[in-house]
């Protein structure tokens, strides 16, 4: 939890989002719980949810439903959803999946090199990629309103380009 809170005072001092809509998604490589790799760039050509979540976030719990309701969806229509964990304890993490289970994929990057990557600001932070591989949204944490948001800028990415 104290490393937690360590990053968000080291994100809270930075500018927002620098990542704008509209640049490439950063690529990424990380494991599964199985230690299965995940590549960004296996998922070309699909609309992803990049949601960056930690055991400690109350707002992540409030989230991983949404997400996950997402991903049921419209999957179908060429959503995937990943939720990339920042802990630096896989089992803190693994705890956090066990009370909210969800379908979509996880992969861990307790370096935190991907979240610099994204200029993450504050857990959870959202990242909606079109097809084209841009940004469409980064969404910075998660209220009620959020939901609506989410889904707005997945159903616009997903009518983009559509096969």
């Not at 979509?104 to 991907?114: C, E, K, L, Q, R």
Request: charged share 20%.
């Amino acid at each position: 939890m104290r490393q937690g809170w360590l990053l968000l005072g080291i994100l809270a001092a930075s500018p927002v989002f620098a990542l704008e809509p509209g640049q490439p998604a950063p690529a990424f490589t990380l494991a599964r719980a199985d230690g299965a790799k995940l590549e960004l760039a296996t998922l070309a050509g699909r609309v992803v949810l990049v949601d960056f979540w930690a055991s400690w976030c109350a707002p992540c719990r409030r989230s991983f439903p949404a997400l996950d309701a997402l991903q049921k969806k419209y999957a179908s229509q060429g959503l995937s959803v990943v939720g990339i964990n920042v802990d630096t304890e896989r089992d803190a993490a693994l705890r956090f999946l066990a009370a909210v289970p969800v379908g979509f994929a996880i992969v861990f990057d307790p370096d935190g090199t991907t979240p610099t990557r994204y200029e993450v600001k504050a857990m959870p932070s959202s990242y909606v990629i079109g097809r084209d591989g841009k940004l469409k949204l980064a969404n910075l944490g998660f209220h009620a309103k959020d939901e609506a948001k989410l889904e707005a800028a997945v159903q616009a990415a997903l009518a983009e380009h559509a096969p």
